[in-house]
């Protein structure tokens, strides 16, 4: 039982340098997130897909780049990475897009990023 | 538009002494509420969940939670902490109905268990 699984699971990046974040469910789940968590700001979020090719932005969107591959795969990408940019990313995913059901969200295991 | 305000920070308890976080939400609708738990170097992981079923929703560990409309709030309790319950809450909201995609987080409670 995978789950919500995300690479890498650590990276250090150097000011300016690009990379990507890969996420994958394997639950067949229609709506997929990322968030970012920092000490004593909780978890804030950065883009979400509500279904399959659509893509919006969350509250922090600024110096990220979003990609919903397919109905599995979620990518995040920071073309230009910035020191503000340290953070734990979690990527998560939902059954459905609305929350008529109150259906849970599920969590990834985080991806540590330092920019330096 | 919904938010959330967890009151305190940081909660420390005995063993064995009753564990209470609050959570405070703001929704203009009907709120769907969740309680969180996230270990260090982990993801989170789901404790409990309100969904207008039942005012008092028990969880995973012993954890539960009573919605109160009137106080708008959402406090999670166990009777006796445990020295593995010491980890990070979130409580978050989210509207019910609607196209709403979106889950508002609190900004967590570190709970420290002394023995």
């Known amino acids: 039982n995978a789950g919500v699984t995300q690479t890498p699971k650590f990276q250090v990046l150097k000011t300016g340098q690009s990379m990507t974040l890969q996420c994958a469910q394997d639950?067949?789940?229609?709506?997929m997130y990322w968030y970012r968590q920092d000490p004593g700001m909780g978890l804030r979020l950065i883009y979400y897909?509500?279904?399959?090719?659509?893509?919006d932005k969350g509250e922090v969107p600024n110096g990220y780049n979003v990609s919903r591959l397919n109905k599995r795969e979620f990518s995040l990408r920071l073309e230009s990475a910035a020191p503000s940019q340290t953070s734990v990313y979690f990527c998560?995913?939902?059954?459905?897009?609305?929350?008529?059901?109150?259906?849970?969200?599920?969590f990834g295991e985080g991806s540590w990023l330092t920019v330096v | 538009a919904q938010s959330v305000t967890q009151l305190g920070s940081h909660v420390s308890v005995s063993e064995g002494a009753l564990v209470l976080l609050r959570c405070n939400y703001s929704?203009?609708?009907?709120?769907?509420l969740f309680w969180y738990v996230q270990y260090p170097n982990q993801g989170l992981q789901l404790l409990l969940k309100?969904?207008?079923?039942?005012?008092l929703v028990k969880g995973i560990n012993g954890f539960e939670a009573e919605f109160k409309k009137s106080e708008t709030s959402f406090h999670l309790t166990k009777p006796s902490a445990h020295m593995s319950d010491a980890a990070e809450y979130f409580c978050?909201?989210?509207?019910?109905?609607?196209?709403?995609?979106?889950?508002?987080f609190g900004k967590g409670t570190l709970l420290t268990v002394n023995p």
């Open positions: 998560a995913s939902r059954l459905s897009a609305g929350f008529s059901s109150g259906n849970t969200i599920y």
């Open positions: 978050a909201v989210t509207a019910t109905g609607g196209s709403n995609y979106k889950l508002t």
């Open positions: 639950m067949n789940h229609n709506s």
């Open positions: 897909s509500a279904s399959e090719g659509t893509t």
């Open positions: 929704s203009s609708v009907p709120p769907y």
């Open positions: 309100y969904t207008s079923a039942a005012t």
